[in-house]
């Protein structure tokens, strides 16, 4: 806080930028930090201090837009909040989401907030200052490892929030829905059944030849990829398809009465990941 104001409430929005903004109890800005290179510039002219939440907000997506960072292929907010008190939680959650998505439709941008709780403790305090990362990222990279454990924070924390967004919504069936305000583009990346194809082709097989068919968004060399699992002729398959490039970034066909009998392609050594990296 500055000038020894309290903070009741401290929010972030991530899109590349990673923005903070501590609020007092009036939901006036108590202070602003840019949290990585693209936010210092978005707030460089910038006098938020002891202006409405809402207004604040407005400024920053507003700028946001206007500097390239929110766009029609790159339309999503994760906004996180945290209040002790839950009830104020969910108030600031629920008007700026509605708040963002009513300022990107101003600009013609169908736009995407995932809202969260945020709860910073020692832990996401460790990873905020290993990675230097946001405390809004964090929140949600801890909500995917609690899903998917075999995951890396390491890989995690190259996403962006967007990618990070696809891929908590793929794994996390209990998710809150009503967090999400708007739908998260995928303009910019090959479809499920696309990728799904790719992987059928490579294997030689039809769709009703394979069983036990699982597809959802994965991650290989921080970049996002379809993740995608079926049964065949005694084998399970395994695949990476790199979403926008639509290479075949990782195989691998197992016998299924010998998991140590692996019979493995892979692809993300040579060619594949060197042509399909940014």
Not at 169 to 186: A, L, P
């Amino acid at each position: 806080a500055t000038g020894g104001e309290e903070v009741s409430t401290v929010i972030t929005m991530d899109v590349n930028p990673s923005i903070q903004m501590r609020l007092n109890r009036d939901d006036a800005v108590v202070s602003v930090i840019g949290e990585n290179k693209e936010a210092e510039e978005i707030l460089k002219d910038m006098d938020l201090e002891q202006t409405d939440m809402t207004v604040a907000v407005n400024a920053v997506i507003g700028s946001m837009v206007k500097q390239g960072y929110l766009t029609t292929d790159n339309n999503t907010v994760l906004l996180s909040v945290e209040n002790d008190d839950a009830d104020e939680r969910s108030r600031v959650e629920k008007e700026l989401s509605e708040n963002i998505s009513s300022t990107l439709s101003t600009y013609d941008i169908s736009g995407a907030i995932l809202a969260q709780d945020m709860d910073i403790d020692d832990d996401m305090e460790t990873i905020v200052n290993k990675y230097d990362i946001s405390y809004g990222k964090a929140a949600l990279i801890e909500e995917i490892l609690e899903e998917r454990s075999d995951y890396q924070i390491e890989d995690l924390v190259k996403l962006s929030a967007q990618e990070l967004i696809l891929i908590y919504e793929s794994v996390d069936d209990d998710r809150d829905v009503s967090k999400m305000t708007g739908t998260v583009s995928t303009s910019k990346y090959i479809t499920r059944d696309e990728a799904l194809n790719i992987a059928l082709s490579n294997a030689k097989k039809a769709k009703n030849e394979v069983s036990g068919l699982e597809v959802e968004f994965g991650y290989e060399d921080g970049r996002l990829t379809y993740e995608i699992e079926f049964n065949a002729d005694g084998f399970e398959y395994e695949y990476e398809i790199d979403a926008q490039t639509k290479k075949v970034v990782r195989s691998v066909d197992r016998d299924d009465d010998d998991d140590d009998d692996d019979r493995k392609n892979t692809q993300s050594s040579s060619s594949s990941s060197n042509s399909g990296s940014s």
